[in-house]
């Protein structure tokens, strides 16, 4: 590579919009993603048990949307997509490296969340899934920059998801599971209320000796969750294979043992004492036989990813499955559950 450097595009997004755009900038071959939610600032900083503190300059300084910067690195007026080596992903395939010329990818991710748009429930405010505006800017260490917004999270009554690099700033009490999980390639570092949401319901599903799938598994956050709070077997499952290779790294990180497998549920898929599923409305309503079939009698499902506008459907839905509603929660806009399966009569 020659006569290159690292530029960053910023976007100014919303919360229902980053995790999406974060995860296709990051197929793209982003070399890192920095996310500043301001909503989710405030938040932490409001919990009473928050360990972070600022003052009100820092407050009234947030900005209004979500600041989202991609790093790449660029020749000219074109991307280098897919640099050191090149990746396969789902948006340019068996290339490596690829050099797209900047404006066309842009046009690209724009087309892409207009899709999403036109595809979500004609019911639901969706004007905030396109982003504001796009600046190119030169950071002066786009290797350091945006891990500084990278920071512990607390879930749950002893969950603690944390990057790597923010591990020794931790504050611990001894029963706290500590999962580490670096930003990369596929999304799930617990920030999103579906992925925070199950969290916090795994650490009352899980007894110790428990076989546990992870439908969707994306990060393997859930999985490694599963089995550090003592599943004995947790198979991670995955149709992208970037994910399932991302699981792997990241329980080999953990250092914990899990059994990943690109794909989704099949027909002889061993029953589980607990079943969990994070991925979207119509992705677990279509596969709700398949879950009822992997799901013990009398075993659990914990399922997420559906707006909260649409949990009666859903209840309905999983119902209909065979599945008994125990807990329903929601956070902002996203609900959760935990089912039971019937027994068979």
């Not at 009100?56 to 640099?83: C, H, I, K, M, N």
Request: charge should be negative.
């Amino acid at each position: 590579m020659t006569e290159t450097e690292v530029v960053a595009l910023r976007f100014d997004t919303t919360h229902e919009a980053a995790d999406i755009l974060s995860f296709w900038l990051l197929e793209a071959g982003a070399l890192g993603v920095s996310v500043v939610d301001p909503e989710e600032i405030r938040q932490d900083l409001a919990r009473p048990d928050s360990l972070n503190y600022a003052g009100s300059d820092f407050l009234d300084s947030l900005p209004d949307a979500v600041e989202l910067t991609a790093w790449f690195y660029r020749s000219g007026d074109r991307l280098l997509l897919q640099a050191e080596g090149g990746r396969d992903n789902a948006m340019y395939p068996k290339q490596a490296p690829v050099t797209v010329l900047t404006d066309d990818f842009v046009d690209d991710i724009s087309a892409r969340l207009a899709d999403l748009h036109d595809r979500l429930p004609s019911d639901q405010d969706c004007a905030s899934l396109g982003f504001i505006s796009l600046d190119i800017v030169l950071p002066e260490s786009w290797a350091d920059n945006w891990k500084q917004y990278a920071v512990p999270l607390y879930i749950g009554r002893r969950t603690v998801v944390t990057p790597s690099w923010r591990e020794a700033d931790l504050l611990l009490n001894e029963r706290d599971i500590i999962i580490r999980i670096d930003p990369g390639m596929a999304f799930g570092t617990g920030s999103h209320e579906t992925t925070s949401q199950c969290l916090a319901l795994l650490e009352g599903a899980i007894t110790p000796g428990d076989r546990v799938i992870d439908v969707g598994t994306g990060s393997g956050l859930l999985a490694i969750a599963a089995k550090k709070l003592g599943a004995a077997h947790v198979l991670a499952l995955d149709v992208d294979p970037v994910a399932v290779r991302t699981a792997a790294e990241n329980a080999a990180a953990n250092d914990v043992s899990i059994e990943t497998r690109t794909g989704s549920l099949e027909p002889g898929t061993a029953e589980a004492d607990v079943v969990v599923a994070n991925i979207i409305f119509d992705v677990l309503v279509g596969l709700k036989h398949e879950l009822s079939s992997a799901v013990r009698p009398g075993g659990r499902l914990i399922a997420s990813g559906v707006l909260t506008n649409r949990a009666a459907a859903f209840i309905a839905e999983m119902t209909s499955a065979g599945f008994l509603l125990q807990t329903e929660q929601s956070d902002r806009d996203w609900a959760a559950f935990m089912f039971v399966r019937e027994a068979a009569s």
